[in-house]
């Protein structure tokens, strides 16, 4: 799925998901490299950063900004 923030900046797209125990955490990579290689985010996948899920869209909407 793809990430876009509330403004929508798109962040990338979910590599996968990361069980941390306590919670979930999104993986996304961007296209953007650094030294050649992707840009990694990680966000906790809590309603306090992940506003909506929308499957049939294929996109993830999250309080995130691309400079976190």
Known sequence: LAV???EGVALGVVRELLSTGP????VIEDATTVDGKPVERMVPFVSAFVDAVDLPGRRITVDWQ???
């Open 23 to 26: 919670q979930t955490v999104l």
């Open 4 to 6: 876009v923030n509330r």
């Open 66 to 68: 691309p400079d976190y």
